[in-house]
């Protein structure tokens, strides 16, 4: 299974569309991850004529969004259990806010956005994936997005572009 992540689109704040690189993934894709901060409901749309899309509303997002998506959601996926967060909040890093959102649950990966900083580690057993932004880099060298690939074992890329 095909597992296309992506997180803070800001569209079409940032960037027009999706950009070709990750239209080349999302085609292949059996499933859509997407972390918050789509910004309006017209991403969510356009991301379902590729692959069912799973997210959560990120902290900049429009109101159909926040009363369409949770802010903290668990998907089961070929046998394993992801638990998506933004990762937005206040004190403590996005990346440690959004491992605390899932304390206490079992989760084999924890998906995050936020920061727009890519993120692919382990904490424990757990893999803990942030995929950047296809749309808006911020300060890091390329756009980016991920692929999770899931057969007996659950592994992640990103790509960068």
């Known amino acids: 299974m095909k597992i296309v992540v992506i997180s803070d689109t800001h569209l079409p704040k940032r960037k027009k569309g999706l950009p070709a690189r990750l239209i ?3 085609q292949k894709a059996d499933m859509i991850i997407h972390g918050g901060d789509w910004q309006t409901i017209d991403v ?3 991301l379902q004529t590729y692959a069912r899309v799973e997210g959560v509303h990120g902290n900049v997002d429009d109101e159909e969004i926040l009363g369409l998506l949770p802010s903290k959601k668990i998907v089961k996926a ?3 259990t992801i638990g998506i967060t933004h990762g937005h ?13 899932f304390e206490g649950e079992k989760v084999d990966c924890i998906i ?22 296809p749309t ?9 997005f991920g ?11 990103h790509i960068y572009f």
């Open 24 to 26: 080349k993934e999302l």
């Open 147 to 157: 692929v999770i690939s899931l057969s007996d074992k659950i592994t992640a890329e």
């Open 78 to 80: 070929g046998g394993f």
């Open 89 to 101: 909040g206040k004190g403590k890093t996005t990346e440690k806010r959004a491992i605390a959102a």
């Open 44 to 46: 969510y749309h356009e």
């Open 136 to 144: 808006d880099k911020r300060r890091q060298k390329f756009f980016s």
């Open 112 to 133: 995050f956005g936020h920061s727009h900083i890519p993120v692919k580690r382990y904490e424990g057993d757990i893999l803990i994936f942030n995929p950047g932004s």
